[in-house]
Nanobody, 119 residues
Framework: QVRLEESGGGLVQAGGSLRLSCAAS????????MGWYRQAPGKQRELVAI???????NYADSVKGRFTISRDNAENTVHLQMNSLKPEDTAVYYC?????????????WGQGTQVTVSS
């Protein structure tokens, strides 16, 4: 089994910064793409940023220029540096990883971490 554990959420004022981290653990797995999604109350879960094993990134238009995703392949971790935060960034942020485990690729999710941006 592949487990994802997030950390780093919290309450911050508009214009502030937060750094989210996610660590994958388990045994006998290989991580492919990793990413961050978010879900605000009453809205669908949406992609925030994704990064390939080779460092190719893709961002939602709403966070381009403010958020930076990075990863450490040796540690199976992914980070999301969030700067210039806005109240509309308030959501539960979920870590996601596509991993090869027991002969197949599957998508795994963390439990989510709350990010609240006050105006």
């Amino acid at each position: 089994q592949v487990r994802l554990e997030e950390s780093g959420g919290g309450l911050v004022q508009a214009g502030g910064s937060l750094r989210l981290s996610c660590a994958a653990s388990g045994s006998s797995f290989t991580i492919d793409a990793m990413g961050w999604y978010r879900q605000a109350p009453g809205k669908q879960r949406e992609l925030v940023a994704i990064i390939s094993p080779h460092g190719i990134t893709n961002y939602a238009d709403s966070v381009k220029g403010r958020f930076t995703i990075s990863r450490d392949n040796a540690e199976n971790t992914v980070h999301l540096q969030m700067n210039s935060l806005k109240p509309e960034d308030t959501a539960v942020y979920y870590c996601n990883a596509r991993a090869y485990y027991i002969g197949t690729y599957s998508s795994y999710w963390g439990q989510g971490t709350q990010v609240t941006v006050s105006s």
